[in-house]
């Protein structure tokens, strides 16, 4: 497979042309939100000044809205292997959550179990918890401390005949394990469990296809994929036409529509189909042709970015590993990253993660710190009442070169 072009996919990005105290910005926040090629920059302001109205009417504005959410649709279908209903958009992953989790709630009865991660986003977790409220089960699966991965006997264990849902991350956005959503899949469903995939933080990393995984739910956010601030959720096309939600009476109540109350955000989805063009755009390039279907090229591309942003991996961790009183979070071990993103945490003595924050964007090196919502881990790692951990998270338009600044400037410190 050819490798990446980094010119040409930085050429695309017109926020890495920024600098910070006269020299180019590292942008290591992708885990946080990416930033977006110029064409979704121009889909959302051709949108305003061509299509600015809302569904359904009878004159040209309105139609063209409604031709930019069906294309939105199609083009997350291609993402995920998926058909174009089964694909329902939101303000953000959270908020499609709730909706969905508020909807789930109508079946459970009192003992029902829901069984959630100690390692996910609050997002796939706070919206199951408050169905405790309606007599749900809440158990948790641990995790081992040393890779911070998945306790995988302990998922098993609390399996059981009254599993109504198990809740769990395609990877960490905290520090980069990849999950073994087959298997999880695979083993929810014997027990006669569904499964609700948070894959916000891995869809930027490598390729997904919901039908070859057998997952009931998998959520997204674009915004964390090149695209603007919103939110997708994949659905079981059963479940969605079975589960009753929670919409104004009015509304269509075939789906997609009938999980997408109110007037949607059609800028933002001119640029969701931008962005999703622009992967298979990526992958046409990495082939050498454009005659493959744009499924094929999308994943295409996420093959050839998954395998660029694992040798930055291998270059980022193993210097990270030689800085003095640096505690690293999470897999270490190059033969095992098949199963973690470019996305690590960690912890220096003597400094705060706020106060590494700083010390990188005063240098113009964009990283957060805290617990990114992952709150259940860095409680359970004992770092929560030390200011959590700095991360670092790259994406396919980030370089070896800016690698080599971050290692640098962590042994200046």
């Known amino acids: 497979m050819a490798s990446l072009d980094l010119a040409w996919i930085r050429g695309q990005f017109p926020a890495l042309t920024q600098e910070v105290a006269n020299r180019p910005a590292v942008f290591f926040d992708g885990p946080g939100g990416t930033q977006v090629p110029q064409r979704v920059i121009d889909a959302v302001s051709t949108y305003f000044v061509s299509a600015n109205a809302n569904t359904h009417g009878a004159f040209l504005t309105s139609r063209r ?92 264990r609390q399996l059981g005949p009254r599993t109504r849902l198990v809740a769990f991350g395609f990877a960490s956005n905290a520090v980069g394990t990849i999950n073994d959503v087959a298997e999880i899949t695979r083993l929810a469903h014997a027990a006669g469990a569904l499964v609700y ?124 590993l030689a800085v003095p009183g640096l505690t690293f979070y999470g897999i270490s071990d190059p033969a095992r990253f098949d199963w973690r993103t470019p996305t690590v945490s960690f912890r220096m003595a003597g400094y705060t993660p706020q106060a590494l924050a700083d010390y990188l964007g005063e240098r113009g090196i964009f990283a957060w710190n805290g617990n990114y919502y992952a709150l259940n881990l860095s409680q359970r790692l004992g770092v929560e009442d030390q200011g959590g951990m700095l991360r670092i998270g790259l994406v396919h338009y980030n370089t070896a070169e800016e690698v080599d600044r971050l290692l640098q400037t962590l042994h200046e410190l």
Not at 314 to 320: D, F, H, Q, Y
Request: charged share 25%; hydrophobic share 45%.
């Open 65 to 156: 809205s409604d031709e930019y959410i069906v294309a939105a649709h199609a083009g997350m279908a291609d993402l995920l292997g998926c058909d174009p209903d089964e694909v329902v958009f939101g303000h953000n992953m959270t908020t499609l959550t709730f909706a969905l989790s508020r909807s789930f709630g109508r079946e459970i009865k009192a003992g029902d179990e829901i069984l959630l991660t100690r390692l996910d986003h609050d997002a796939n977790v706070a919206p199951w918890m408050a169905l405790a409220e309606q007599g749900a089960v809440i158990r948790f699966v641990d995790v081992d401390t040393e890779d911070c991965t998945l306790d995988m006997d302990d998922l098993q």
């Open 197 to 320: 995939i948070d894959a916000v933080h891995y869809a930027p990393h490598g390729p997904i296809d919901v039908r070859a995984l057998d997952v009931d739910f998998l959520a997204c956010s674009p915004y964390k994929f090149f695209a603007p601030h919103m939110g997708a959720l994949y659905g079981k096309r059963e479940h969605l036409e079975r589960l009753h939600p929670y919409k104004v009476r009015p509304a269509a109540d075939t789906i997609p529509d009938r999980w997408e109350t109110g007037t949607k955000n059609h800028e933002g989805l001119a640029g969701v189909a931008a962005a999703i063009d622009y992967l298979a755009d990526l992958g046409a390039q990495v082939a050498g042709t454009t005659t493959a279907g744009r499924r094929d090229r999308i994943l295409t591309a996420m093959e050839a970015i998954k395998a660029y942003e694992r040798e930055l991996s291998v270059k980022l961790i193993e210097g990270l």
